[in-house]
């Protein structure tokens, strides 16, 4: 029996970089806390293709997934599994055809899917009915995904524990690094940085913002651009030097900023986070950082001076609770029901 194992990225690329040192395992979501008795097969990926002009490729894969999910994904996946095998997706997306035709009983193998965030579209609703089972991050993702899908009854809900890979080497902190960034924000998905930059510039503060297609470094409020790409290495190498890590966020209805999440955890930060129904951690309950509330340049000025203060608590604490392999035994312990 196998297990079909579906992502909005490649898959392939990812579990290189991780066994090469250069990713930490969370990146791979389950994958690499995989039991010796299960058998994962990864499928080629659209991510995996040149698709047109470089510049225009993130767009067209996007149109795609969000109307149809990874076509190439899903016809390997419905050309060879079979009933007792399991096809497990790591984002609510990715797999949005063969959901639906798991709703429809047109294949035989179970369904697993990881809910990101309350589904938006109707046919993304009904992809996610059609799951065997769902897997969300926390209990905060479980309340805004009740009542969202579209037919009783609703598939059984895990919550699984997602955080960071703990033993990765990249978090090894070296003691000769000072920590002399007030800030820094990373990510390019879903991001609004143009606040943030305003707050730098006006508090003369000292940061670095990744957005993807280069950096750009504060000093004493005035930014030196330079372009990239950046290996995530050099981005965590960075996360070390700074007292805080902000994820301001564009779209309030959609879940972006986990892999910063995951870092900040790791290395013990404060986290600045916008406040949004989709984001899957309470961090004022959990006391392991702050919500922005409007986004101004000054609110966010206000809390990165409160986080250099030590008025913000820091991710470290979610570390027993958050990590690869409190997520991987909860997504294990799901798999075997079906594949045993």
């Known amino acids: 029996m196998r297990i079909f194992f579906l992502n909005n ?3 392939t690329a ?3 970089r991780v066994e090469n040192g250069d990713y930490p395992g969370h990146h791979l979501w389950g ?5 010796p008795e299960d058998t994962w097969v990864i499928p080629p990926s659209l991510y995996d293709l040149n698709i047109g002009p470089r510049k225009y490729a993130p767009l067209v894969r996007r149109v795609l997934v969000r109307s149809m999910g990874d076509p190439r994904q899903q016809l390997f996946t419905l050309l060879r599994a079979r009933r007792g095998d399991t096809i497990y997706a790591a984002d609510q997306r990715t797999a949005l055809l063969l959901g639906i035709m798991k ?12 809910v990101h965030h309350a589904p938006r579209f109707a046919w993304e609703k009904a992809s996610l009915s059609g799951a ?5 991050l926390s209990a905060r993702t479980l309340e805004v995904l009740t009542g969202a899908l579209t037919s009783p009854p609703a598939p059984p809900v895990t919550i699984a524990p997602w955080g960071p890979h703990l033993g990765s080497p990249l978090y090894r902190r070296n003691k000769k690094v000072s920590v002399d960034l007030d800030f820094i924000a990373a990510g390019k998905t879903n991001r609004d940085y143009a606040n943030l930059r305003e707050a730098a510039q006006i508090g003369k503060l000292s940061g670095i913002i990744y957005d993807g297609v280069g950096k750009s470094e504060y000093k004493d409020g005035v930014p030196t651009p ?4 950046f290996n995530y290495a050099e981005v965590v190498a960075s996360m070390m030097r700074a007292r805080c890590v902000v994820i301001p966020l564009l779209d309030l209805k959609v879940m972006a900023g986990l892999t910063e999440v995951a870092d900040a955890i790791a290395l013990d930060l404060p986290l600045i986070v916008s406040r949004s129904e989709a984001f899957p951690y309470d961090l004022e309950a959990n006391e392991t950082g702050c919500f922005i509330e409007h986004g101004s340049a000054e609110e966010l000025l206000h809390l990165i001076r409160q986080a250099a203060q030590g008025a913000v608590p820091s991710a470290g604490r979610m570390r027993s609770t958050n990590n690869t392999e409190a997520y991987g035994d909860a997504v294990h312990e799901v798999l075997k029901r079906f594949t045993s």
């Open 14 to 16: 990812a579990a290189e």
């Open 132 to 136: 065997s089972h769902i897997f969300v």
């Open 226 to 229: 330079t372009q990239g790409p």
């Open 9 to 11: 990225y490649s898959m």
């Open 103 to 114: 709703r429809l009983r047109l294949i035989q193998a179970s369904y697993l899917v990881v």
């Open 31 to 35: 994958y690499n806390e995989r039991r």
